[in-house]
């Protein structure tokens, strides 16, 4: 299992949205479905999908929140047959960002938002490796704008295992960008690449919670941890849900939870999901002693 895994957030497509994206991405399968019930949000689908060896989490959650280009998923393509493929594919019923073309810094590239609206970068690589297949990619834009180095070196204290790759800065007669702030870098947090950026255009979007980052935790005191340092408004803080002071939005949750959600037991499921609504920072043991298994689960 990743350690860190992107969390979707879809009104009422996220079943569709899973067919959807393993059809188009090679090697890729559905892997887990839970329905919730009675939550905030009636009733709720969790999918479980994995896309070129990364997992990915889609919920059923209602219109809450829609996807912003603030964090978009940036897939590195061998080919530009490859290219070609995959953003027909996810532009059709969407808009492009960026039209599909000739680029300084890739023959061919595409930025687009597909039909659910999540964000999507399509780059041919060229000689360059590809380590990871898709990249999210965070926009530091508005209010957030200037802070993407900031947010790099938090990222690299917090998480443990973290290791800074390339700083690409704005050089002068970049305008309206200011010299020296982040044009792209890359971080691995967990071994989970990120792609990061300044952008000081008229954007009309941010982070928001339809795009977090859940962060699986063996252990209670490892949920602590994260919890302390990532948290920055208490007004975020729910059901395992929280907000850093960039305003991204990570979930930091037990890894036992997964076996729980997995459970066919209707009734087992109704007990922990009536247990983990009434949290802010999850209790393992609380949620063991919902599920009915106490000290004995794993």
Request: charged content about 25%.
């Amino acid at each position: 299992m990743q350690t860190i895994t992107p969390h979707l957030w879809f009104d009422k497509e996220a079943k569709e949205a899973a067919e959807f994206y393993t059809s188009i991405f090679k090697d890729s399968e559905i892997k887990n479905t839970a329905t919730l019930h009675n939550t905030p949000s009636d009733t709720v689908d969790l999918v479980t999908i994995e896309l070129l060896g990364q997992e990915f989490r889609l919920i059923n959650a209602g219109p809450l929140f829609k996807f912003t280009p603030a964090v978009s998923f940036l897939v590195g393509c061998e080919t530009k047959d490859e290219v070609d493929a995959l953003w027909n594919e996810l532009s059709k019923g969407g808009s492009a960002l960026m039209e599909l073309g000739e680029y300084p810094f890739s023959e061919k590239y595409g930025w687009t938002q597909d039909r659910y609206g999540l964000s999507w970068q399509v780059m041919f690589m060229g000689d360059r490796e590809i380590k990871q297949k898709i990249t999210p990619t965070l926009m530091f834009v508005g209010e957030q704008y200037g802070k993407a180095e900031e947010a790099i070196n938090f990222y690299a204290w917090v998480f443990h295992n973290a290791k800074v790759g390339h700083i690409l800065r704005y050089g002068k007669n970049e305008e309206p960008d200011k010299a020296g702030t982040i044009k792209h870098a890359s971080i691995a947090l967990e071994g989970q690449g990120f792609a990061v950026m300044d952008s000081a255009r008229a954007h009309k979007f941010a982070f928001n919670e339809a795009i977090s980052f859940m962060v699986h935790c063996n252990t209670q005191e490892e949920i602590d941890y994260f919890w302390s340092k990532l948290s920055a408004d208490r007004k975020a803080e729910q059901c395992g849900w929280l907000k850093d002071k960039f305003g991204l939005s990570w979930q930091i949750v037990p890894t036992v939870m997964d076996e729980m959600l997995r459970d066919k037991d209707d009734t087992r499921l109704a007990r922990v999901t009536e247990s983990f609504l009434k949290m802010k920072k999850f209790d393992i043991a609380k949620l063991k002693e919902a599920y009915g298994q106490g000290r004995s689960a794993a």
